[in-house]
């Protein structure tokens, strides 16, 4: 099944912008779906068993489906670097919501942080917003310590390496600093998802 398909056949006609926490958990889920050389659980660092949960809990309606015919790693959550672990933590030691649904990004945005895209290209997502949004919903505290608006990845490992007391950065401040424009530039870009969709069409 391309990514797109699998996309609106897990949304069912939902509104993506209503039901925000779907629509999200369906982008990751097709995109990594539709990638070559790895299961779907490994593309997103989850355990087959929260896969299995993600998609009877958001997904009823095509879990059967989707079950059938998608291949499992076993191994998902196993650490695919050095550092995933630790963003992984990161994200659910600043978790907003209480439900599984912030473990199951924890593991998705740390997996999905070591592609070589912009994060929001990677989680399968429309547009930079849509990952704003998200980490505004379910992990508020990184959200309200990056209110400048730096690029994820970097505000992430920055905020790893301060907490190691690891000094990565030129300047103290970044206003006066020579990589400002790599910190926080435009991150533009097509959805990998649309694109997808679309080579597949
Ligand atoms: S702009 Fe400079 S000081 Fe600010 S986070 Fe980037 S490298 Fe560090």
Known sequence: MLAGELYRLLMAGADRDRDFTRHVLACSLALAHGERGRKLDAALGLSANHVTALLLTHFPHAAAFVADRLAF????????????????QLLLDNRATNGPEGVWLAH??????????????????????DLSRLM??????LALANMRDMKWKKFFYRTLCQNEGVLICKSPVCDNCDDFAICFGAEDGHSLLAQNARVSA
């Open 108 to 129: 998705i945005i740390a997996r999905r942080s070591l592609e070589s895209n912009h994060l929001w290209q990677d989680l399968g997502l429309r547009d930079r917003s």
């Open 136 to 141: 505004r919903d379910f992990f508020t505290p």
């Open 73 to 88: 790693d076993g191994q998902g959550d196993q650490p695919a670097s050095l550092e995933e672990p630790d963003l992984r």
